[in-house]
């Protein structure tokens, strides 16, 4: 096998194709981008002055591929010079190319004739040892490799990315019967340390893992929806973040992904899932099977369950489906005892709850098919994965999801939640029974600084190993390496005479707590440290100053109090930017207004890729006061 991926193709440069070329340029891979000679010289190619020869005609699909990255929305590239790393071409003047690349990546249509077609040509032009891999969303990796050479069979492997590549985490990767580790390994590595990807190892059959049990959740959920006789703005509202999904919940979600594709991805599994308890449910239901004879196909349609609408007066409003008539109404008020009773709770775990366990058609929905999905999910070990880990991993990188399948059934309480479903007369999977027997009653758990999963196969609980470079604060936290804190930040010793600046307010926005810390951990790493970094875990590294704790000042005139305030945090910026040892921001995610300011006082930034930053509040007016003008100014001078 090659030693290192210095150079990539992909081939195929449709939706997915392009976009995966645009993350490898991202991540300063240069890319061939490959696709066929458009099958036929058109009148409009002749009206463009374009010749059957001329490679503008010839590279036509590449290109416009290519195109379509750089107006990508959400944008496939992180900034659109990238793009000059791609070099697009056809598959029959620049086929010879494929020999000089480390990583070729198929991404062609979804049909196993054209893919083997293709690794037929590819293997007349491959270097030995050169990695290859299909992008399939579930056509068997071992079908795939049939009639090639042995150096090729042991050299391809599934890499399936989700769509849109650049955002999403999940990286599925899937040996053939005779991929060498060493090429998983290379895939996974390049995956997870250059293109930001978190790895799932998913074994070769349908639809491997996050869209197998994703796509039994939605199939359910329609079938459920019906039986409930609920709307699909109701489904949606309880199935979108209230249970720690994103918003776009169940319908929106199909309405993106496009409901002919959906009803391809459930086939799927029917079609070659002969064995599964619950094959049935993934026939595309009726209703399904209607909208789409209709051509109501989601977004790319412009219609899908929801429509883009306007009401009498002509304002703007979507529709929804009404699955009845199958005629776009009003979305109707969605109202639910249940919901009202949630609305004040803040964790996600505490929603959920209420939700399952709640006697309204919300609960009942929410009992049903969370109960149905976590069983199913449990009865899929070890036929797709061999631990509930790479399950979670798959369902929250792959879906954007809070929780994976068994952290929510933690939350639920595995004990109390299986005795509900007993009583509604679902078996429970017999892992999970022996789990409960051999008195464990969750499947993961914290000690001492370290996270246990209950491991199937032993009927035990294992230590998740976490790889060297990664540096988890909560576990540092539970080995007593605070050094100090209060309830909105805490430093952290994080070993070798570095310390952790950790945020942990609400968006981590930046209050009197916060800034307290940053005096007192400047003073504290002056003395005791050689270095201090500041970064967390969130999902914002910080959205910036505390904006209600100012509007509050202001409101009732407390001016010394604010000045004071505003004093204190540009006297902490201060401290860190003059500070005798070395300061490292690390943002990732939002770092807004003050969270800016926390960079721009820091010696390095050593940023996420997907960071978003800068002094925003400009933007409603406000002057940015923690002294980031006079630093922007510093910089532009
Ligand atoms: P697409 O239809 O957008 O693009 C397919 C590309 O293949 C087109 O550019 C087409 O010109 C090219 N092509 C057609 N016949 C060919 C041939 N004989 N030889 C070489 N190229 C040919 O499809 P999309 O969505 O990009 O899917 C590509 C692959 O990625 C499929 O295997 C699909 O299952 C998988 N996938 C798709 C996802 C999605 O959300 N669209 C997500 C994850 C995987």
Not at 142 to 153: H, L, N, Q, T, V
Not at 375 to 395: F, L
Not at 466 to 484: C, E, F, M
């Amino acid at each position: 096998m090659k030693p290192n991926i210095q150079q990539a193709a992909v081939i195929g440069a449709g939706v997915m194709g392009a976009a995966i070329a645009a993350h490898l340029a991202n991540a300063d891979i240069p890319t061939i981008l490959l696709d066929i000679v458009p099958p036929k010289f058109t009148p409009q190619d002749e009206a463009k002055g374009l010749s059957p020869d001329a490679p503008a005609f010839r590279n036509k699909l590449a290109d416009s591929g290519l195109r379509n990255a750089l107006k990508a929305n959400p944008a496939a590239f992180y900034a659109p010079e990238n793009a000059k790393l791609i070099t697009t071409g056809n598959l029959e003047d620049h086929l010879s190319l494929l020999g000089k690349v480390d990583w070729i990546i198929e991404a062609v249509v979804e049909r196993l004739d054209i893919k083997n077609g293709l690794f037929g040509k590819i293997e007349t032009v491959r270097t030995p040892g050169t990695i290859v891999s299909t992008n399939t969303s579930g056509i068997p990796v071992a079908d795939m490799c049939k009639g090639r050479s042995e150096d090729f069979r042991k050299h391809f492997v599934g890499a399936h990315f989700f769509n849109p590549p650049r955002y999403m985490k999940l990286l599925e990767i899937i040996s053939g019967p005779e991929t060498l580790p060493e090429v998983v390994g290379a895939v996974a590595r390049i995956g997870e340390e250059r293109l930001g990807k978190g790895i799932v190892y998913a074994k070769d059959t349908p639809n491997f893992v996050a869209n197998r049990i994703g796509m039994y959740s939605m199939m359910r959920a329609i079938r459920v929806m019906q039986e409930l006789g609920l709307t699909v703005e109701a489904v949606d509202k309880i199935t979108g973040p209230v249970i720690g999904n994103p918003k776009s919940a169940s319908f929106r979600t199909a309405d993106l992904v496009g409901l002919d594709t959906m009803a391809h991805v459930a086939s799927n599994v029917y079609d070659n899932a002969a064995d599964d308890e619950c094959r049935s449910e993934f026939e595309v239901p009726a209703v399904l099977k209607t909208m789409i004879e209709r051509n109501f196909l989601g977004d790319k349609t412009n219609g899908g369950f929801y429509k883009k609408g306007a009401d009498e007066k002509g304002n703007k409003e979507i529709l929804s489906i009404d699955l009845n008539t199958f005629e776009y109404t009003p979305q109707e008020k969605v109202r639910f005892a249940s919901l009202e009773a949630i609305k004040t709770l803040e964790e996600t775990s505490d929603k959920m709850r209420g939700l399952y366990y709640a006697k309204d058609k919300a609960g009942q929905f929410t009992f049903k098919t969370l109960s149905e999905s976590l069983i199913y999910t449990a009865n899929r070990i070890p036929e797709i994965a061999d631990d509930i880990v790479n399950i979670d991993n798959a369902m929250r990188w792959g879906f954007a999801r809070e929780m994976g399948p068994f952290e929510a059934w933690d939350v639920l309480g595995v004990k109390k939640s299986t005795a509900k479903m007993k009583e509604a007369g679902y078996v429970i999977p017999s892992w999970v029974q022996a789990m409960l027997d051999a008195g464990i009653e969750s499947f993961y758990k914290s000690e001492n600084g370290a996270r246990y999963f209950y491991d199937v196969a032993s009927n035990t609980c294992k230590q998740l190993e976490i790889p060297p470079q990664i540096v988890l604060l909560p576990s540092l936290k539970d080995r007593n390496k605070t050094v100090a804190g209060n309830k909105g930040a805490t430093l952290i010793d994080l070993g070798d005479g570095v310390a952790c600046l950790e945020f942990h307010t609400k968006m981590n926005a930046l209050g009197t707590d916060i800034i307290s810390m940053m005096h007192k951990s400047a003073d504290i790493v002056s003395r005791d440290f050689e270095g201090l970094v500041i970064g967390n875990h969130g999902v914002n590294f910080s959205a910036g100053a505390n904006l209600y704790m100012i509007l509050f000042a202001a409101q009732e005139e407390e001016w010394d109090d604010l000045h004071w305030e505003v004093a204190q945090l540009q006297k902490a910026f201060m401290k860190l930017k003059y500070l005798d040892k070395p300061v490292v921001a690390a943002p990732a995610g939002m770092a807004l207004g003050g969270g800016c300011e926390v960079c721009l006082a820091a010696d390095r930034v050593r940023a996420a890729a997907e960071t978003y930053i800068g002094l925003v509040e400009v933007g409603v007016g406000l002057l940015p006061a923690g002294g980031g003008c006079k630093e922007m100014v510093i910089r532009n001078t």
